[in-house]
């Protein structure tokens, strides 16, 4: 596959299925440990989401304009060592690919500061080998009531290991003292992970203002 600047090949190139960026950044892990692009240590996935499962997120290719879009959880990859700043590989954003941390924290992630609270974000940081190790889907929750896909998915066969089929809430939980990880606030871990995280922007969406 085709690679220019990072450790993944190309965005048009990437592994990439429309509302399933668990897999899809499994897919880039994959990548990564098996062509040895990099040092998988320096790699971690990033869930975003908390305990109502309500996370704004800007700069987000389904969004319109600056208003957030509302997930109810979003995967990233993030780098570290490699470089001075750590990079963020998100698929569905409208940013680079890859991103700086310092820059996707303050035009994707932005504060908490002004939100309601019960759109505070929470992530829990995995090692990337824990999670290609871990991690298991059968897709379940993209399926209705009905037995139909709400988004069509992967053409591959689902993500399991020896001991599970289905762990995917698992990761999304933010208690930590459930799966795999480091589960922190958005200070937290913009204070652990990017540069200068003060200069994250605090201006959001009415939509989840602590004035709306």
Not at 16 to 29: A, P, Q, R
Not at 42 to 66: A, T, Y
Not at 173 to 193: E, H, I, K, N
Request: one cysteine or more.
């Amino acid at each position: 596959m085709k690679r220019e600047d990072g450790i993944t090949p190309t965005r048009e190139n990437c592994v990439y299925s429309s509302c399933y960026c668990e897999e899809n950044v499994w897919k880039l892990c994959e990548f990564v440990k098996k062509e040895r692009t990099a040092p998988l240590e320096h790699l971690s996935v990033v869930f975003i989401s908390n305990e109502n499962r309500m996370v704004p997120l800007w700069k987000q290719k389904s969004g319109c304009g600056d208003q957030p879009v509302i997930w109810d959880y979003h995967v990233i990859l993030m780098v570290r060592g490699l470089q001075s700043d750590a990079l963020v590989y998100d698929l569905d954003s409208e940013l680079s690919f890859p991103c700086s941390l310092k820059l996707y924290g303050a035009k994707a992630l932005r504060s908490d500061r002004s939100i309601r609270p019960e759109y505070h974000r929470k992530l829990r940081v995995i090692p990337a080998d824990s999670f290609l190790l871990k991690f298991a889907s059968d897709r379940s929750h993209m399926k209705a009531p009905d037995g139909s896909w709400k988004m069509p998915p992967p053409p591959y066969p689902p993500i399991h290991t020896a001991e599970s089929h289905m762990n995917l809430d698992d990761f999304i939980s933010m208690d930590p003292a459930v799966g795999w990880g480091t589960v922190l606030s958005l200070d937290q871990f913009l204070r652990s992970y990017a540069e200068n995280s003060s200069s994250a922007s605090s201006s959001v969406s009415s939509s989840v203002s602590s004035s709306a």
